[in-house]
């Protein structure tokens, strides 16, 4: 595992509320940073803090109760929350009809590792400014409004023109069936230098191609 995976299952992990958790990741980052400066190999370094499941476990050992407590609520409202935000995205793409949400393979279009590392290559894309790659992978709808100017205008919405990708953390998933039509759906959380972490939600269809994108 390389030290980005490292990170992004450390972050998976983390038993933290959101915002103690990309405070303690960027912690994580900097130590490891600090390690690889003074001389150590990435083996030195990971067999000195143990594997990323361990090393969440003692940072969650040492959380507050009410850290504890608020880090459950989250995740007991994630699918919940996130399942709202699915069907937010279908619907902004314009398909109609009562829509039924599902666990990702539910369809047997989708696989959780596909949408993931799907989600992860159009960020990085994004931020690349590799839009000549974008293009391949937009569905109809997306290639006749998406754009390098779209796109740095929601990006600095969240943004600002000096804060870079450094890594990813967690990830949800879902399948919807609208109309007819599945549509699976990632939220992704992206963290930024200078702190910021951002959520990434992107819908793709059944062919892996990208119909809906939101960030905040």
Known sequence: MDKNGYIRSFSKALPLPGDKRAQV????RALIREKEEGGEAWTEIVAGLGSPQELAKAYGEQASP??????????????AAYVLAALALVAALGYWGMPKTYSPGKSGYFSSAELGQKSRQVVEWLEQGDFASLQGLYDERMAAVF??????????QVLTEEQRLEDFGREAMAEVLQSGKWWGIVELEAAYTGGKTVVYRLSFDVQGRLGGLYLR
Request: charged share 45%; no cysteine; proline share 0%.
């Open 66 to 79: 009410e850290d504890r407590r608020r880090a459950a609520a989250q995740r007991r409202w994630s699918v």
């Open 147 to 156: 754009n390098a100017d779209v796109w740095a205008r929601a990006r600095g």
């Open 25 to 28: 990741v960027k912690e994580v």
